[in-house]
């Protein structure tokens, strides 16, 4: 059993920041692929970006250049560093781990107006 707890949504003006955090239980981090996704009001749940064990990321097209995953193994976790955010882009935000199961958190509301 993998539990994920995140952190740092917020509300935030288009153009601005949020950095997303999430903490991921268990002694077998470093061999979880980790993702976060996103589901807005009346939409399906879309995979914003992946990071694999080994470190290579994967990125919605519409995140590109905008959003940065990483991963910390030495403390169990994985961030989402928003830049440049978008009205498009409020959501709620999951973090999830596929280890042999698929893991979610309880996800973080981001909401991007002025």
């Known amino acids: 059993q993998v539990q994920l707890v995140e952190s740092g949504g917020g509300l935030v003006q288009p153009g601005g920041s949020l950095r997303l955090s999430c903490s991921a239980s268990?002694?077998?981090?470093?061999?979880?692929?980790m993702y976060w996704y996103r589901q807005a009001p009346g939409k399906q749940r879309e995979m914003v970006a992946l990071?694999?064990?080994?470190?290579?990321?994967n990125y919605l097209d519409s995140v590109k250049g905008r959003f940065t995953i990483s991963r910390d193994n030495a403390k169990n976790t994985v961030s989402l560093q928003m830049n440049n955010l978008k009205p498009e882009d409020t959501a709620v935000y999951y973090c999830?781990?596929?280890?042999?199961?698929?893991?979610w958190g309880q996800g973080t509301q981001v909401t991007v107006s002025s």
């Open positions: 268990g002694s077998d981090f470093n061999r979880y692929v």
């Open positions: 999830s781990a596929l280890f042999g199961l698929t893991y």
């Open positions: 990071i694999t064990t080994g470190g290579t990321p």
